[in-house]
């Protein structure tokens, strides 16, 4: 696919439409072995998330509710630390729920680990995290991420969610900036 941004930033496919929904579906049976009988509430990290949420719950068999979260984080620098808000919470009572946190990219974990952790205080029967895309060795927090699609290197990546200043989100395929040698 063309797209005047990903030909500027010398971007290439890293995986494609199939190999995304692959991932998804791997993770929705997962979530459905382990959830039967449980009626199950995502909780969707925006921006990036929404698209991955979509497709794993057309592929979910259990129970799901949904909801969003928003968060930002203040003062951050080039390692990912800075204080984190909340741009938008969470709606429901959380109490004695089944929560999954769908989240499309994983790196530090400093923002995931402070939404486990405020999730976590409000009382759900369990808390649970699910990400297509994960940078374990970036992490520099201990967040528990059950449910994996693919662990990654240390990439910029675009498409499926994914932002370059907030465009090329819609392209169907994930691409990664090549650095030039």
């Known amino acids: 696919m063309n797209h005047p941004l990903l030909d500027e930033?010398?971007?290439?496919k890293y995986l494609n439409r199939h190999e995304i929904e692959a991932a998804v579906q791997y993770l929705a049976n997962r979530i459905n072995?382990?959830?039967?009988?449980?009626?199950?509430l995502l909780v969707?990290?925006?921006?990036?998330?929404?698209?991955f949420a979509a497709d794993l719950m057309r592929h979910l068999k259990v129970e799901a509710e949904v909801e969003f979260v928003r968060l930002s984080r203040q003062g951050k620098d080039r390692?990912?630390?800075g204080t984190v808000t909340i741009v938008k919470d969470v709606s429901a009572d959380l109490r004695g729920?089944?929560?999954?946190?769908l989240e499309q990219i994983i790196d530090s974990g400093r923002t995931l680990k402070f939404l486990y952790d405020r999730i976590k205080s409000a009382g759900p029967a369990s808390v649970e995290v699910v990400t297509l895309l994960d940078k374990e060795q970036k992490r520099v927090v201990d967040v528990p991420v059950k449910y994996v699609g693919k662990k990654i290197d240390d990439q910029f990546l675009v498409g499926y969610?994914?932002?370059?200043?907030?465009?090329?989100?819609?392209?169907?395929?994930i691409y990664y900036l090549k650095y030039p040698n």
């Open 33 to 40: 072995e382990e959830y039967v009988d449980k009626n199950v």
């Open 161 to 173: 969610g994914l932002d370059l200043e907030e465009s090329c989100r819609n392209l169907p395929d």
């Open 9 to 12: 930033k010398n971007f290439t």
């Open 44 to 51: 969707v990290v925006l921006k990036g998330g929404f698209l």
């Open 79 to 81: 390692t990912g630390s």
């Open 97 to 101: 729920r089944h929560v999954i946190i």
